[in-house]
């Protein structure tokens, strides 16, 4: 099983970000969670604050991956061509939030990508990047 994890914009400054929503731990140190917890799967973790590169990363999962791990971040709410994208891809996709997107601001309750997902974690901070793992774990 291998595993494209995909993060998007000003996910690159956690750490420095409001802690109430998405906690205190740096990316670099999420993803090393993650590769902890995975045990047999293979994970491959992509940044990136660009809408377009996103979409070319996602186009490349396709025939190279099982599965992606994806936080669209703010695209979660205005992208279509993520959405576009993500629809392609023929393996399981999982949507991931720090914060609870669906109980805060109307603008984050607008949502491109969940209609594209196998399952969404979502509320957890870190938490729910460590469900995505062993939601595969699961399914290995
Ligand atoms: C986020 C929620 C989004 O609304 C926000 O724009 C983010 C992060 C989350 O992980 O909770 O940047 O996707």
Do not use: W
């Not at 973790?45 to 991956?65: K, P």
């Not at 971040?73 to 949507?95: M, N, P, R, W």
């Not at 601001?105 to 901070?125: L, P, Q, Y």
Request: aromatic residues 10%; charged residues 25%.
């Amino acid at each position: 099983m291998k595993a494209l994890v995909i993060n998007g914009p000003n996910l690159n400054m956690l750490g420095k970000r409001p802690k109430e929503h998405y906690g205190t731990l740096t990316l670099y140190e999420i993803n090393d969670m993650m590769v902890k917890e995975a045990e047999g799967i293979e994970l491959e973790f992509f940044q990136s604050n660009s809408e377009g590169e996103i979409v070319t990363e996602i186009q490349y999962a396709l025939g190279n991956f099982d599965a992606i791990i994806i936080n669209p971040a703010a695209y979660t709410h205005t992208s279509v061509a993520i959405h576009d994208a993500l629809e392609i891809f023929d393996g399981i996709i999982i949507e991931v939030h720090l914060s609870h997107v669906d109980d805060r601001e109307d603008f984050r309750k607008i949502n491109f990508i969940r209609e594209c997902a196998t399952v969404t974690f979502s509320g957890k901070k870190e938490g729910s990047y460590i469900d995505a793992v062993r939601y595969l774990k699961n399914i290995k």
